[in-house]
């Protein structure tokens, strides 16, 4: 079996100390997952750490500068999260310090998400426990 790859994402919030609302992004390739909402990021590339991965990855696709807070951290080792099979996701609380995020790569919309409307669009099904811990933190 191939090895896990590293994914990165954010969970982008407009306050790390509050947050009441989340930044979603609807996915645009590959066919099987357009559509899907899903934490703005990517692949680790050789050479970079997931940190840097994952601010090269925000300005890229929403073109913005964060800051990243804590990792919201999941079940398997290392706090990641799991993506199927192939990927593990680990996942940061971010806030953005510059820019307004648009959807310039990858996605097709944006959405701030508040804890009222978190389930209102059809999140790739790997994202649902994430989504979940969010949930338990938004006011
Ligand atoms: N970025 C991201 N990928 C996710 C999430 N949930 C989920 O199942 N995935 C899957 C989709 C992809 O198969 C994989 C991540 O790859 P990606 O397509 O975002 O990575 P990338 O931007 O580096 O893409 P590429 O350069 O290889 O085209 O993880 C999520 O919340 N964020």
């Known amino acids: 079996m191939a090895p896990v790859r590293a994914v990165v994402g954010a969970a982008v919030v407009d306050d790390l100390r509050a947050p009441t609302r ?5 996915r645009t390739e590959p066919s099987t997952l357009a559509g899907g909402w899903e934490f703005p990021g ?3 590339d050789p050479g970079e750490s997931p940190q840097e991965a994952l601010h090269r990855e925000l300005r890229e696709e ?4 964060v800051v990243l807070g804590d990792q919201l951290t999941g079940p ?19 806030v953005v ?9 990858d996605h097709d919309m944006l959405r701030w998400l508040t804890a009222a409307d978190l389930y209102s669009v059809p ?12 949930a338990a933190r938004l006011r």
């Open 42 to 44: 990517g692949k680790v």
């Open 62 to 65: 929403l073109g913005v500068s």
């Open 123 to 134: 999140w790739l099904p790997a994202d649902l426990p994430i989504v979940d811990a969010v």
């Open 22 to 26: 989340l930044l979603g992004a609807r």
């Open 97 to 105: 310090v510059e820019g307004v995020p648009e959807p310039l790569e």
């Open 76 to 94: 398997l080792g290392d706090g990641r999260w799991a993506l199927g099979d192939a990927y593990a996701m680990t996942v940061w609380w971010a």
